[in-house]
């Protein structure tokens, strides 16, 4: 269990030894969305999926793949981590949503993730024209597009939920944040 005002380290520590964190917020998830929108992250919002493709029926899955494919390239070209938020949701990104063309299995899982041959999968020929750098299809810095994922859930219920929703979710290193350490 860590403070708040540790979650940088916290995060830092688990990219440095190449897990994705997961943030466990017990009911202070907004707090801590709100605190990774302000870091410039790229955000992949699960009831935003839910709603868009189940709800609304806007987006078929296949073009919320494209969707989520076009912010993981975007996150690639600029170099901003990618947050995944769940918020209180279980939405079942592992067996829906993932595809290994769009929005890989191995995002969840930053020691694959961070391969060159893994995030390149995302990208297509057309992204490459605008793509800032001497190196068109590559991660800025090769870590710079980390992912980590958010959660509202308490652990006990992230424990329960997320396995079936999240690939590699036992591979994730579960940090729980103090609720009381948020005001």
């Known amino acids: ?10 995060l830092s520590d688990a990219v440095k030894w190449q897990k994705t964190p997961l943030f466990v917020c017990n009911g202070k998830g907004s707090v801590v969305d709100t605190f990774f929108a302000y870091q410039a992250c790229s955000l992949i919002d699960a009831k935003w999926i839910l709603n868009k493709v189940d709800i609304v029926k806007e987006f078929s899955v296949q073009q919320m793949r494209e969707q989520i494919r ?5 996150a690639l070209k600029f170099g901003q981590p990618i947050h995944i938020a ?9 067996s829906k949503y993932c595809s290994d063309a769009e929005f890989p299995e191995s995002l969840f899982r930053l020691e694959s993730w961070l391969k060159r041959e893994e995030y390149s999968k995302v990208v297509r020929k057309e992204d490459l024209d605008d793509w800032p750098g001497a190196f068109p299809g590559r991660m800025r810095d090769d870590c710079a597009s980390y992912s980590f994922v958010t959660t509202d859930m308490s652990l006990e219920s992230a424990r329960e939920y997320l396995p079936a929703a999240l690939p590699h979710f036992d591979c994730m290193a579960v940090i729980e944040i103090d609720p009381a350490s948020i005001h």
């Open 1 to 10: 269990v860590i403070d708040f005002k540790d979650l940088n380290k916290a």
């Open 70 to 74: 076009a912010r993981l390239v975007s």
């Open 86 to 94: 769940m918020s209180n949701s279980a939405v079942t990104l592992k």
